[in-house]
């Protein structure tokens, strides 16, 4: 079992940037792999990204590939989503979650998830 919790959301304009960043407790942070996921109001919640534990790859949903980044640092036990050029269809709020060792993409795939941060993006 791991606890996280996100921070770094925010309102930004059309074009900017955010970063955001999760810190997991837990000793065993190395052995997850860390997802994001976004949730925009009468959506469901879909994936965005995920690094895995293992060598670090990391894999994005198409609407974000090459303008978000993942990365995390096992020494501080956080995970971080920097996301740039951000458009106003960005607005959501964004999750995120840890699954042991293997990726996964599907939010069943993923039992320990944060409370969110809003992420709202202005046109």
């Known amino acids: 079992q791991v606890q996280l919790v996100e921070s770094g959301g925010g309102l930004v304009q059309a074009g900017g940037s955010l970063r955001l960043s999760c810190a997991a407790s837990?000793?065993?942070?190395?052995?997850?792999?860390m997802g994001w996921f976004r949730q925009a109001p009468g959506k469901e919640r879909e994936f965005v990204g995920a690094?895995?534990?293992?060598?670090?790859?990391?894999y994005y949903a198409d609407s974000v590939k090459g303008r978000f980044t993942i990365s995390r640092d096992n020494a501080k036990s956080t995970v971080y989503l920097q996301m740039n050029s951000l458009k106003p269809e960005d607005t959501a709020l964004y999750y995120c979650a840890a699954r042991f060792r293997n990726i996964g993409y599907a939010v069943m795939e993923y039992p320990n998830w944060g409370q969110g941060t809003q992420v709202t993006v202005s046109s």
């Open positions: 690094i895995s534990w293992s060598d670090g790859n990391t």
């Open positions: 837990g000793r065993t942070f190395s052995s997850y792999t």
